[in-house]
């Protein structure tokens, strides 16, 4: 994974609610960068507010 896309991620992942992340996919990485950011919002949905 680029290191500024990790970076964004990982830094952003515990205050950004799920709708609002919108990473726009690189073009020779489109397809990982959308699935990444489908299993992020997936993620944080199981993980989110209790």
Not at 4 to 19: C, N, R, T
Not at 22 to 36: D, F, K, M, N, T
């Amino acid at each position: 994974m680029p290191q500024a896309l990790q970076a964004a991620v990982f830094s952003k992942s515990m205050v950004v609610a799920p709708q609002d992340i919108r990473l726009e996919p690189v073009s020779s990485q489109g397809a990982p960068i959308a699935a990444l950011c489908h299993e992020l919002q997936a993620a944080m949905r199981a993980a989110g507010p209790r």
